[in-house]
């Protein structure tokens, strides 16, 4: 599958804004965007006002880096949320947020999505028992997700272990340190679902 290999960092420049795309490397004094926050490209040239439409767009492309979507995978997730009852930008959230590879990165077994969808990849998790190797993996209410227990001696699962003690996921989300596991007690409400990101922009962009 295709996916996005260049700088991220470069991402972050350009959204004007930190998006947590190398996990802890962002809370330090090394991250990129904290050196030299300007937009990538030529420096020193002076930026047209932005219109509506402008906003727009930077607000999709915010989103879709967020969760390191692709275009056409992201305009499948919009028109799935229109035709769904509901509040369209709402249900658009909800589907990134249940992905496995967020899910993965919410409940901390993994640094950053990047680091969580290439830990989905290789086949290190599983959904109610059975294994799973696919990011997009839509989890629903009650599904368990896990480390495979033949995998949990792997090194990074070996740190979490560590770091799930002190982890706080999200309400909608429980999780079990010593099992190397978790479980979605419910669908995310709006209000526990990122303040920063602007759904409703998303919404305007897709329907102007």
Known sequence: MA???GSVCRLCRREGLKLFLKGARCYTKKCAFERRPSPPGQHG???RKMGDFGIQLREKQKMRRVYAVLERQFQNYFEDA????????????RSLETRLDNVVYRMGFATSRSQARQLVGHGHFAVNSVATNVASYKLKLGDRVEVREARRDREPFKLAKETL???QPPEWLSIEPARLAG???SMPRRDQMPPDLN???VVEYYSR
């Open 45 to 47: 040239v002076r930026r």
């Open 82 to 93: 229109e035709s769904r009852p509901g509040v369209t930008g709402e249900n658009l959230l």
């Open 3 to 5: 996916r996005y290999t």
């Open 199 to 201: 759904e409703q922009l």
């Open 165 to 167: 003690r002190a982890h």
């Open 183 to 185: 479980t979605i007690l």
